[in-house]
């Protein structure tokens, strides 16, 4: 059994692994919450991924010796990365194309995380990322229609709005999703003008939104964070 812990500013998601099987996952662990989720099934290894707590404070809090494998910029991986800062690379989109390319390896691959922002990653069929592109996720615009003007209000995301909006509301969230929706199609057309054959894979938690509405063939890989860093893990046991 391994587990897998994606830890972000608040909240955390756990996934535990059989060999390459999800067996089952958890969403929004508060800290101390994810320290009893792990305690209560003791695993063989665990690789810990946080933008806000050390291994060294997630080891401290668990209160015993367990093998842990933090990833960190430096940590070995099953992928290549072509990417001219590294050191500032996230972890959620080297996770990301690790799992794509498990997934489907010999392929060139994008990868679009639809999370607080949305990312547009390429990693080709020799198992190389090469980088891409990072924009507004869909709350980040609607926040900042409301936070930088005067009169609109704050709209929450609907996944079939009108694309002629006939009220503010309306209007913003056709501006909003129908234009997320627009640079997509964009952006994935124009990954394709370099890759004929490109699959596309979708995940973050706002692609529940967008994957009935995008031109095949898009495959919708909700869990693709942890089965990367599930990935990662492994290449990192195989190492030992």
């Known amino acids: 059994m391994n587990i897998v812990i994606d830890s972000g500013n608040t909240y955390s998601k756990v996934g535990w692994f059989e060999n390459d099987k999800l067996i089952r996952y958890t969403t929004r662990l508060t800290f101390t919450e994810l320290i009893e989720a792990v305690l209560a099934q003791a695993p063989e290894n665990i690789l810990f991924s946080s933008v806000s707590h050390t291994a060294a404070d997630f080891e401290d809090a668990l209160g015993k010796s367990l093998k842990i494998f933090d990833l960190t910029p430096g940590t070995p991986l099953p992928i290549k990365k072509n990417y001219d800062t590294p050191q500032t690379l996230g972890a959620d989109r080297i996770a990301a194309s690790a799992g794509a390319n498990f997934l489907y390896p010999g392929e060139d691959l994008v990868v679009i995380d639809m999370g607080t922002c949305i990312t547009y990653d390429l990693i080709d069929k020799n198992a190389v990322f090469q980088g891409g592109l990072i924009s507004p996720g869909v709350r980040m615009r609607f926040n900042a229609m409301h936070s930088f003007t005067k009169r609109l209000p704050l709209v929450e995301p609907d996944s079939d709005p009108e694309l002629i909006g ?23 057309e124009r990954y394709r003008h370099k890759s004929p054959d490109l699959r596309v894979l979708l995940c973050g938690g706002d692609a529940a939104f967008f994957e009935s509405s995008l031109k095949p063939p898009i495959f919708a890989v909700p ?9 990662i893990l492994t290449y990192n046991v195989s190492l030992q």
């Open 223 to 231: 869990e693709l964070v942890l089965i990367g860093l599930n990935r």
């Open 166 to 188: 006939k009220s503010t509301h309306s209007a913003m969230q056709s501006g909003v999703m129908n234009g997320v929706l627009a640079e997509m199609h964009g952006i994935i």
